[in-house]
């Protein structure tokens, strides 16, 4: 499926003090923002795509500044699709400043790759010495519910995370044509997830992900835990946690068990009830 002419959507954001003001929203094109009322001490902003999806040539950019003690939770309003292409490659670029003690938790829901998908994406985040950041990013590979298995796709995804200016997280995962299937992370995998923490408290969200391996992971039954690939790591002002599943609906369900107990008390009450 392709748009007779490509669809740009954009979205700015610029969040300022204790109450997280925002200073500047800029949208255009399919790209929306929405603002639910909330009384919590973080702006919570949800994102939408008008278009429905992702078709081949689309190109989103989403820039957010967070400066002076704003603290931001972002989700999306739904699963983003990622339509067949016919050769022309999507592209979506997310880009966050934080500075002045700042915070971003970033949740959205999966991406779902469609058979035959073109896609790239990039992230550049800079991240200020006591300002921190969470990132929950799921992808599911084909349309599980429909039947569908991804086959053949091309996907670009390249993380740059620096922190007090030093880079301490460069993560590039890329194929074309099959799905490579001899990497530890993907192998059999129908859906993967990843959730990460940056910041100076790292000590504390390894904690939580220790506590996410023995409460979730380890009850697991026996059937189920065999589905399930897990791993942690803490280095470098950062705690990366890995999941994926060859049951993308066992993945969905632990992956949102995970994030509960990974963000406790700072999660968007529009989402997570």
């Known amino acids: 499926m392709e748009k007779s002419n490509d669809i740009t959507g954009q979205i700015r954001i610029i969040s300022t003090g204790q109450e997280s003001k925002l200073e500047e929203l800029y949208q255009e094109g399919s790209l929306k923002v929405l603002a639910p009322k909330t009384y919590g001490l973080s702006k919570e902003l949800v994102l939408i795509n008008t278009s429905g999806g992702v078709l081949g040539g689309d190109k989103y950019n989403v820039a957010i500044d967070l400066k002076k003690n704003s603290k931001l939770i972002?989700?999306?309003?739904?699963?983003?699709?990622?339509?067949?292409?016919?050769?022309?490659?999507?592209?979506?670029?997310?880009?966050?400043?934080?500075?002045?003690?700042?915070?971003?938790i970033w949740i959205p829901y999966e991406t779902i790759l469609f058979n035959e998908s073109s896609m790239a994406r990039s992230f550049d985040?800079?991240?200020?010495?006591?300002?921190?950041?969470?990132?929950?990013?799921?992808?599911?590979?084909?349309?599980?519910?429909?039947?569908?298995?991804?086959?053949?796709?091309?996907?670009?995804?390249?993380?740059?995370?620096?922190?007090?200016?030093?880079?301490?997280?460069?993560?590039?995962?890329t194929w074309s044509g099959e799905l490579p299937t001899s990497t530890p992370l993907l192998g059999n995998s129908l859906a993967i997830c990843s959730i990460l923490y940056f910041g100076d408290n790292e000590e504390l969200y390894k904690k939580r992900a220790d506590e996410i391996n023995a409460k979730i992971i380890g009850n697991l039954v026996s059937e189920t835990k065999s589905e399930i690939k897990f791993g942690s790591t803490t280095r470098n002002n950062s705690v990366i946690l890995r999941i994926a599943s060859k049951n993308a609906t066992t993945l969905r369900k632990v992956a949102m068990d995970a994030v509960n107990i990974f963000c406790s008390d700072e999660l968007m009450r529009t989402r997570f009830q």
Not at 74 to 96: F, P
Not at 149 to 166: A, H, P, R, T
């Open 74 to 104: 972002m989700s999306s309003q739904a699963a983003e699709r990622v339509y067949k292409s016919r050769g022309e490659i999507s592209a979506i670029n997310m880009r966050a400043n934080l500075s002045g003690k700042s915070s971003l």
């Open 125 to 173: 985040i800079n991240i200020s010495k006591g300002s921190s950041a969470i990132f929950f990013d799921h992808i599911v590979f084909g349309r599980i519910a429909s039947g569908e298995v991804l086959i053949s796709s091309k996907f670009k995804d390249n993380w740059l995370v620096k922190y007090d200016k030093k880079p301490i997280f460069h993560d590039r995962l």
